[in-house]
């Protein structure tokens, strides 16, 4: 069996196959960036794309995900190969939205499916759609803002 | 006589490792026999100018290495005193590299609690950069024929009076240059951060953190995230019941079990874990476990509650602190005066930060190494130095980035945890906490009992106050049950108390608590007492205004003593902001709200809530803020520190409580201990005091007011007097339909 995550393939043992897509990104593939917050499905730190849709990995097993493609934050930045950064880390950086940041890769994530489907999205369908992904911390005035600015890249232009 | 001289030998063997005892600086060496039978402590000894001058390095290359003595978990002090480090040292932030230091690479340094960060290291931190700045001019001096008074300050060093630069670059050739004792420059040094006139670089921008890249693009900043070659994974088993005790453990089936390495058992130390090669065998080997736990009497809420009720400790006339008592307490308000009176309650709650607690640990024959978030990695050093019988200095923690503090990462569990089962299998071990260990094993916010009782003139002056409450012991909470009762004997908890003393005038006043110790572990949680007392005190004041028939804005204002300038300040600026007064629909309400943190940081909020009794709907609209902490030295640090007070605000207002029932806790993930979600978020709107005095701590200072502004708000909407948090919605909605 072998499974895609950020356009490369992987192997997965026989023993694997059941575990949680999280614990084998973090765990196997050492890809750290997806966090485990809660195992459950309830607050978002490990939102992945399964085919540019946002996914809980902590809910899909490794065998669930082989024929679909795998995208973690480590290769969201290479989806938009002509800049550094994926429009929405850009965002992100601009309006300093981190605190103690644990939860953000799981927002981004969750940000950038919601404006693949879509890219122009109102206040209330922001807060709908990220209202699956807990921040402790606060940050989700900023979050608001950022995927306002994102929103206006020109890369949403294109979609 | 000090008890704790372990600071004294640390920075003795780290200035010898460092070779810096030869240039200078000396320290005593002294060892006390007493302290190895204490248990581990907290560090909580203050920045000494010996340790400021450890922090900060000019390297070859003209840059400044800053080792933060202060842990960073999103509240951004190690941003801020960069920016202190690079006002001082005419720097960018480019050249500033700020590191969180290992306990090999700095002297032991206060724990990073109570949002002191800026309060008590922007002094030392600014001091030592400008005496570095100020050794490196007299080299500058030396390497030329000019004093140092004529050498002018220029980006990145230094300009000569012909003109020509002299780099920082220049003066610092093949070594870090360190500041000494004996170097130390006093006469005359001039501090530019602190300096109003001086056209600041640093201070006051609203600079971007050094680990936001990092952070939007994953990179392993966590101890979670942490990995060794060779590393197995490891987790220990804890009992449900609190004080319950290990009798016996049949682990021959868990042995068995594919991947487990080792089962390690300490009955006496209540130890049980499992170590496994690969963590998706972890669980199996945990289920066959077979078990036997000894479990004390268990308690549940309501033994709790009685327990921490103000009226039962009011009927026996037994508060054990005392914190003010002057003028008269009357039995009964003169008739001639208007009263108010009423219980108030605050329930406990979780950090529920968002990384749950982790550790890597590699235990050796003669050293140990520690990865973990921690808000004290010193006292990290020695509980994981205890814990394996190995010495204190033997131990290196490196401190990560923390993935949510809120003062539930002072210890780090999960280290202690890892460290003995590495010792165990003599090889490195992981141990991650998932989320159900992580509510059910750390410590708690208490849970707060309080009875008011106040008075008030006609004309609204407020003339008796009378405040009872009872709670938990948090500071010492999280003292051993051995030396507990010795503690309590001697020190009145202030953190229980924080907040609890009253902003405004009153002569005739009473204010007395008990912190009473429960079965449930205890400890800070973000502005510890300050947000339940501020709600109690808040929601008096509001019926006293009510009773005046004044304006709760307008009531306070009178209230307040006029050596309260600048909490009169920041409740006229969030007035203004929100437009207190203006006309509102039904079923919409604005409440107001302010407190002092620590007696130094000012907040004042007003909060908007609508509420929907037909549709049972109630919402806070928006929450406005106006806050002074003195200098700010980075705008939008404090801002987003503010906004996330505001939302924890709102959170343990509308729906954070813990509970307990039979010795266990109830919640155990996000579905049943809700924290505030994206679409409850209000809307905010922010104001800053822009001030030169002393910068003072902003990571809990908003909070207190958000609660009581909430319940104002709705007091002001329907009449009904919210008295317990979290808010009961139902009881709302009810009194709104009788209104209606």
Same mark, same amino acid.
């Given at each position: ?13 026989? $023993? ?12 196997? !593939? ?36 082989? &024929? ?77 803002? @950022? ?13 | ?23 200078? /600086? =000396? +320290? ?22 010996? $340790? ?33 480090? @690079? ?35 922007? $002094? ?24 140092? +008074?004529?050498?002018?300050? +220029? ?47 640093? *201070? ?55 991947? /487990?390495?080792?089962?390690? !058992? ?69 008739? =001639? ?12 709650? @979780? ?9 890597? %640990? ?21 509980? /994981? ?17 923390? &993935? &949510? ?8 569990? +999960? ?13 490195? !071990? ?21 009875? *008011? ?33 010795? !503690? ?45 007392? =501020? ?19 307008? #009531? ?6 006029? =050596? ?41 909020? %007003? ?84 001030? $030169? ?21 709705? #007091? ?25």
């Amino acid at each position: 069996m072998k499974i895609v995550i950020n356009n490369k393939q992987y192997p997965v043992p026989k $023993d694997l196959e059941q575990i949680s897509l999280l614990d084998f990104i973090r765990d196997t !593939v050492q890809l750290k960036g997806t966090k485990f917050g809660c195992g459950e499905g309830l607050c978002g730190a490990c939102t992945v794309h399964l085919d540019g849709e946002a996914v809980r990995a902590c809910q899909q097993s490794v065998g669930d995900v082989v &024929g679909h493609r795998v995208l973690t934050i480590e290769g969201l930045a290479d989806t938009r190969p002509e800049a550094k950064y994926h429009p929405v880390q850009e965002a992100w950086i601009e309006e300093s939205v981190p605190q103690c940041g644990y939860c953000q890769p799981g927002q981004i994530m969750a940000a950038s499916a919601l404006l693949n489907h879509t890219p122009n999205p109102s206040d209330e369908e922001i807060r709908d759609e990220m209202s699956g992904n807990l921040c402790r911390c606060g940050t989700y005035p900023r979050i608001q803002r @950022a995927i306002r600015r994102a929103s206006k890249d020109r890369y949403y232009e294109t979609r | 006589m000090k008890l704790d001289n372990s600071k004294t030998m640390n920075r003795r063997q780290f200035l010898i490792k460092s070779g810096w005892l030869a240039v200078g /600086v =000396t +320290a005593t060496a002294s060892c006390s026999p007493i302290y190895s039978s204490l248990p581990a402590l907290p560090s909580t000894d203050g920045p000494e100018w010996a $340790d400021a001058i450890t922090w900060i390095q000019i390297m070859p290359n003209g840059k400044a290495r800053f080792y933060c003595p202060r842990m960073e978990m999103g509240q951004g002090a190690p941003l801020g005193l960069s920016q202190v480090v @690079a006002e001082e040292l005419n720097l960018d932030q480019s050249d500033v590299e700020c590191l969180l230091p290992d306990t090999q690479q700095i002297p032991r340094f206060r724990m990073t609690v109570g949002s002191q960060s800026i309060l008590d290291f922007f $002094d030392p931190v600014s001091r030592a950069a400008a005496n570095l700045r100020e050794n490196l001019r007299a080299m500058a001096a030396e390497r030329t024929h000019y004093k140092p +008074a004529q050498i002018k300050d +220029a980006p990145g060093g230094f300009v000569l009076p012909d003109g020509q630069r002299k780099d920082y670059t220049t003066l610092v050739t093949d070594k870090p240059l360190l500041l000494t004792e004996t170097r130390s420059i006093e006469d005359g040094l001039k501090i530019y951060s602190k300096n109003k006139n001086r056209n600041r670089r640093a *201070i006051g921008n609203p600079w971007k953190h050094h680990e936001l890249e990092a952070i939007v693009t994953g990179q392993p900043l966590y101890a979670r995230d942490k990995s060794l070659p060779n590393m197995l994974y490891g987790q220990v088993l804890r009992p449900a019941v609190y004080g319950s005790k290990l009798i016996n453990a049949d682990v021959r089936d868990a042995k068995k079990m594919p991947g /487990v390495t080792a089962v390690v !058992v300490d009955k006496g130390a209540n130890f049980i874990g499992v170590v496994t090669e690969h963590p998706s065998q972890l669980n199996a080997a945990l289920d066959r476990l077979k078990l036997k736990w000894r479990e004390p009497k268990a308690r549940g809420q309501a033994e709790l509650n009685d327990r921490l009720n103000v009226m039962r400790v009011r009927r026996e006339d037994k508060f054990e602190h005392s914190l003010v008592s002057q003028g008269q307490m009357r039995q009964k308000p003169r008739p =001639t005066h208007l009263s108010a009176a009423g219980y108030f309650e605050t329930s406990f709650a @979780a950090h529920a930060a968002m990384e749950p607690r982790a550790a890597v %640990v590699s235990v050796k024959p003669k050293s140990t190494e520690v990865w973990c978030g921690s808000q004290d990695p010193f006292f990290v050093q020695r509980l /994981v130095a205890k814990a394996i019988g190995y010495a204190s200095d033997t131990v290196i923690v490196y401190p990560q980035r923390i &993935g &949510g503090g809120f003062g539930g990462r002072v210890p780090c569990q +999960a280290s202690v945890e890892a460290a003995i089962l590495s010792k165990a299998v003599a090889r490195p !071990v992981r141990v991650a906490w998932d989320r159900e260990t992580e509510f059910a094993h750390n410590y708690f916010q208490p849970r707060y009992s309080h009875y *008011i009782s106040a008075s008030a003139t006609r004309e609204g002056v407020i003339d008796s106050w009378q405040h009872d409450f009872v709670s938990s012991p948090i500071i010492t909470g999280l003292v051993p049950d051995n030396i507990a009762w010795i !503690v309590d004997k001697v020190v009145a908890d202030e953190g229980t108390a924080r907040g609890s003393l009253l902003p405004y005038q009153v002569k005739n006043q009473s204010v007395r608590y008990s912190d009473i110790r429960t079965p449930i572990p205890i400890g800070a949680w973000r502005g510890l007492g300050s947000a339940p007392n =501020t709600f109690a005190i808040e929601s008096m004041i509001d019926d006293l205004a009510k009773a005046a028939q004044m304006d709760p804005l307008v #009531f306070r204002l009178k209230n307040l003593p006029t =050596t309260e300038k600048r909490l009169v300040k920041v409740f006229n600026r969030v007035a203004a902001m929100a437009k207190w007064g203006r006309e509102l629909p039904e079923g919409v309400g604005l409440g107001i709200a302010g407190a002092i943190y620590k007696g130094e940081s000012y907040a004042a909020v %007003v909060a908007e809530v609508s509420i929907d009794a037909t549709d049972k709907n109630l919402r806070v609209n928006k929450v406005w803020c106006a806050q002074d902490c003195g200098l700010i030295i980075n705008p939008d640090q404090v801002e987003n520190q503010i906004a996330g007070n505001i939302i924890w605000g709102c959170s343990l207002a509308l729906k954070e409580q813990i509970t307990f029932a039979a010795g266990q806790v109830e919640q155990s993930n996000f579905d049943d201990y809700e924290i505030l979600r994206h679409n409850e978020a209000p809307e905010m709107e922010i104001g800053l005091i822009v001030s $030169d005095e002393k910068p003072t701590g902003v990571g809990e200072t908003a909070l207190a007011p958000v609660a009581p502004a909430i319940t104002n708000a709705i #007091f002001a909407a329907t009449g009904k007097r919210v008295r317990q948090l979290p808010i009961n919605l139902e009881s709302v909605f009810e009194v709104s339909e009788t209104k209606g």
